[in-house]
């Protein structure tokens, strides 16, 4: 620019030692190279003005989903019935002890339609019909329920998620679940949800983490239809809301569960924990239940590997299918509560595998000991 400037001033005449000579030589060459630079500089300062916002942006919108992603629920209370416990016992963490240890209950025997030599494992006696059975399960449960309920005021609204399998229709298993609700002087009313399984979990911390409102899950699995092969359980998990939450003290807190399938297994595995978060070496209890053979293949695959190699696959594995049988809807629940039994005993993180009935998902869910502290969920 400046030798083109100098030329023009040779050519059209001007004296060497002329201002004008100079200011068209030098000076508007040199003016017009100040202008390009600042428009130059101001066009790489505004992109990178541009950059660092849509960079502090991204960072916000990835913080964002990383809290959304680590919400969690209090477990306040749990209980479960197996053929390992019996109708007669109580909620109690003992019951646990029996699925630790892998004790098989799952055997040939009379099943509840009369057939023998049928492998599965009961809790219905051979002299009571499923309805009355279903009766008594439920005025069993409840009045240990109404201790933790008891705790809160009479509007304190309780969101029911409830799942049942059974050759007792759907509706008067309901039917008898509300009678036996009334006859057991809860005052709250509960709110009927619908949602099945964990998936109820995910759209839950995603849609209704912020109500101060109580989530009652019961699942149970009586006289199946089909009940070769297949486990008969009762299990009720009160959860709470981890920020509103604050009248009764959970003994451990439910972290996001991860879906996946077999083959995206340890991925899954590995953001559960990181929901939690915890570091794989820190969870040393694996949970098995409602599992295909395929995909108990895939958990076996994992033994010693990333990022399950802080289980001790020969002694922290806990297989109900193998000790229980296919509990069908019930499993992730009951996995669920025995798992914060564990972890309320042991002080220790758990990881729990489940499947999905009838499909091929596969969920993975971190249970911890609670510890006091709150996490940000906006």
Not at 68 to 78: E, V
Not at 79 to 94: E, K, L, M, V
Not at 112 to 137: C, E, K, M, T, V
Not at 175 to 192: F, M, N, T, V
Request: glycine letters at 6%.
């Amino acid at each position: 620019m400046l030798l083109m400037g100098g030329l023009w001033a040779c050519f059209s005449g001007l004296p060497v030692k002329s201002a004008k000579f100079w200011f068209f030589s030098v000076g508007i060459p040199a003016l017009l190279w100040l202008v390009v630079a600042s428009c130059r500089e101001m066009f790489y300062l505004f992109g990178q003005a541009y950059a660092n916002a849509w960079d502090r942006r991204r960072e916000e919108a990835i913080l964002k989903e990383v809290r959304r992603g680590r919400r969690a629920l209090q477990i306040l209370y749990g209980s479960f019935i197996t053929a390992h416990s019996g109708p007669d016992n109580g909620f109690c963490y003992t019951l646990a002890e029996p699925l630790i240890q892998n004790q098989s209950a799952i055997c040939a025997q009379i099943s509840w339609q009369g057939a023998s030599n049928i492998r599965h494992s009961r809790i219905i006696p051979p002299d009571i019909s499923p309805d009355l059975f279903l009766s008594q399960i439920f005025a069993d449960l409840l009045p240990a329920l109404a201790i933790p309920l008891g705790r809160y005021s009479d509007n304190q609204p309780v969101a029911l998620l409830f799942e049942a399998e059974s050759s007792v229709s759907s509706q008067r298993v309901r039917e008898l679940w509300r009678d036996a609700w009334q006859k057991s002087g809860i005052r709250q009313q509960p709110e009927y949800i619908e949602g099945h399984g964990l998936a109820a979990i995910d759209y839950w911390l995603d849609n209704r983490i912020r109500e101060n409102t109580l989530l009652l899950v019961v699942a149970l699995q009586i006289a199946p239809e089909n009940p070769d092969g297949t486990a008969e359980a009762v299990t009720t998990l009160l959860l709470g809301n981890r920020l509103t939450q604050n009248v009764l003290a959970p003994c451990a807190l439910m972290h996001r569960p991860e879906q996946g399938t077999a083959n995206t297994l340890a991925e899954n595995i590995a953001q559960a924990m990181d929901w939690g978060p915890v570091q794989p070496e820190e969870v040393h209890h694996l949970w098995r239940t409602g599992l295909s053979v395929t995909e108990q293949r895939a958990v076996t695959a994992l033994n010693g590997l990333l990022p399950l190699q802080g289980v001790d696959m020969n002694r922290a594995q806990y297989d109900l299918d193998t000790s229980l049988g296919q509990a069908g809807r019930v499993a992730p629940w009951l996995a669920i509560a025995a798992a914060a039994q564990t972890a309320v005993k042991t002080q220790e993180n758990q990881l729990i595998i489940s499947g999905e009935q009838n499909g091929s998902a596969m969920w993975s869910t971190v249970i911890t000991p609670y510890l006091s502290g709150r996490e940000n969920i906006h």
